[in-house]
């Protein structure tokens, strides 16, 4: 690893006073991102701020982006890797460090894609890396890392990389770079029949000039995109060498369990420390604001002292909330149902309700912290390295530079490690400060992570739609509760009149952004809803959705292919029903279609999902269908089973007995169809998610005539009579 300084960087990353220009002439001038190099970076093979070549051919691809299991450093390893022309084989990828240098401004890319004038890109991308580097900003979330990231990053260091090795190449032949083509790894000059490998000549391609607007292959050109080569995390996963957080180990490290305030916002009273100070291998106990903490030889050991405590913390005023007043608050600020126009000739009213989520990762929270001479030493898995070093620096009242962060794979994120909600990183270096210079990991059990989360919103929708006499869908209006933004609340249906209005309720569970955010709220709502709005105009759901997207050939199309790779219309047996949905989020339209089937004593199985995906273009085959079904299994759980429920201001549910997943006996099998158009790369982590839930319920009502208007689903009885 290059040794970073704060000292101006080479190539075209060195502008007067350091600073970005602003106006036209800056955002000409600006340094392209993927010229940000080390000063030692010709010493090193260092072609670009993504890429090093060694002297034995080993591409090196450092990458701003966490491993949480999803595939993206290999998706984007081979965006560089396909246009540098690189030999797969010699290829490896690196979560790039927590440093400045690799702050991630690419997320303003992902959102505004091809609308940037390509005069403005370059700009663009410097200033939104000038201030993701100021606000510590090194985010892997909201499914922006392959579109923006390897879009207007990865891709744009490759083709840079190959077109400086082309010109080294032709450079020590005395030719023009026009005659020389590089493939496999290789620079060839087929005419007087030389050729150089990449190692050969990394160190006089890291001399030559950065190029700014480097030429991007043409899609069709592509031989490595669009393939599914192994990936490159798997090795290491399957033999046990990758390391997470959970199996970090150091020198002298001792081991803490914590107790946190039941009730979010609550406060330490008291806490008599010596039942567990007595007890065998305690080290310490450690009393913080709104916790109380065991640092023990052994995790066992720290967690049994710490269950001989009473602690006595403050309820912050909450004792009282429960989910049935919180709900009854929602009904009360949405109030009546929205109108409708007064020559309706059917209407439609419906409320649809759904639960505060826990992210419930594989991994729970974890974080390795020394703290000596006024640094500290971390080892964690975040969403944002960056910004969990301003957190922990903030809780320790340092420097940000004396901070040094090791971010590890991640065992799932879902939204639970992003930024704003790195509580387990506060608490793990202030516990670390207690015992100091001894290092502690500081492990969360089940039971802190279900209920000590940042919860997806629980939300309260009331919907009023209205038909003609033919049956035509002259409105469909919402109010609704838990937030929402113009991509969630909006349908694609042409109908005349739509709305949907925020009513704000509030409440003291503390929010989190979960895997597809409101979109998974408000894909159930709507797409419930216009299935609802199908069936009182005797309508097929698909015909019915199909008849209002004459003016979106995207989202009907890949209709289309989800009602054809389903079966749609085929018969079913007595007790079975297929249900449809699409919605689109992240710049990626989707539609799912459910076959369940449903016993009359209301036993339920979800037999089979069908996903249709126009996400633009795919990169990783396997990795991209991975996503898909992973999306799909999450999703599931979340429909099928699972709730967070309050009382006494309180999480009442602890662990996987009372929060419970869907098992393997119970998953669906999944069919995949990708619709591939010219629309920009759009997201794949969590587009998937939002259309199963409907796609479900809807399924349950064409099997029984059962409308599922609450989720889970488990919570409405599905027996006929």
Known sequence: MNKWTRRAFIGAGTIAGGGFLIGVAGFVLAPSRHSLVADDAAAHGQLTTWITIAPDDTVTILVPHCDMGQGTLTALAMMAAEELEADWTRVRVQEAPALDAYANGYIVRAASGDYVPAVLGRGIDYSA???????????????????????????????????????????????????????????????SNRSATYGELARAAAAQKVPTTPALKAPDSFTLRRTSPGRLDIPSKVDGTATYAIDVTVPGMLYAAIAMAPVHGGTLVSVDPVPAEVMPGVKKVVQLKEAVAVVADSFWRARKALAALSPEFTDAGHGDVSTASIFAAFDAAIGAAPELPAEATTVVTADYRVPFLAHATMEPMVCTAKFEGGRVDIWTGVQDPLNARSVAAKALEIDVEQVTLTNCLLGGGFGRRL??????????????????????????????????????????????????????????????????????????????????????????????????????????????????????????????????????????????KAAAVSGWGTPLPPGEGRGIAVCESFGTIVAEVAHVAVSPEGALKVLHVYAAVDCGDVVHLDGAT????????????????????????????????????????????????????????????????????????????????????????????????
């Open 419 to 560: 930024p704003f909600t790195f509580d387990y990183v506060d608490l793990g270096v202030r516990i670390a400060r207690a015992v100091s210079p001894l290092p502690v990991k500081t492990i969360w059990s089940r039971e802190n992570d279900i209920q000590h989360d940042y919860y997806r919103g629980a939300a309260l929708s009331r919907h009023a739609g209205a038909l003609d006499a033919s049956g035509v869908p002259q409105a469909a209006h919402s109010f609704y509760t838990g937030g929402g933004n113009a991509e969630a609340v909006a349908m694609p249906y042409a109908i005349a009149a739509t709305s949907a209005e925020e009513k704000e309720s509030k409440h003291p569970i503390r929010p989190g952004q979960w895997r597809s955010v409101l979109n998974s709220q408000h894909g159930f709502f709507k797409e419930s809803f216009i299935d609802e709005m199908a069936h009182a105009a005797g309508v097929d759901p698909f015909g019915f959705r199909l008849a209002l997207l004459t003016e979106q050939p995207r989202v009907k199309a890949v209709l289309e």
């Open 626 to 721: 991975a996503q898909v079904e992973g999306s799909i299994i999450f999703a599931l759980s979340a429909a099928l089973l699972s709730e967070i429920t309050i009382e006494g201001g309180r999480v009442v549910e602890t662990n996987f007995r009372d929060y419970p997943m869907i098992h393997l006996k119970d998953a669906p099998k999944v069919t995949t169809a990708f619709v591939r158009s010219d629309a920009p790369l759009g997201g794949l982590g969590e587009p998937c998610v939002p259309p199963l839930a409907p796609a479900v319920t809807n399924a349950i009502h064409a099997a029984t005539g059962i409308r599922v208007r609450e989720l889970p689903i488990r919570k409405t009885p599905l027996a006929r009579a």
């Open 129 to 191: 890396f000038k201030l993701a580097e100021w606000f510590g900003f090194q985010t892997t979330g909201g499914s922006t890392a392959v579109r923006g990231t390897g879009e207007y990053g990865m891709r744009v260091a490759g083709a840079a990389a190959k077109e400086m090795l082309v010109n080294a190449a032709a450079a020590e032949w005395g030719v023009a770079a026009s005659e020389c083509v590089a493939k496999g790894s290789r620079i060839i000059h087929a005419a």
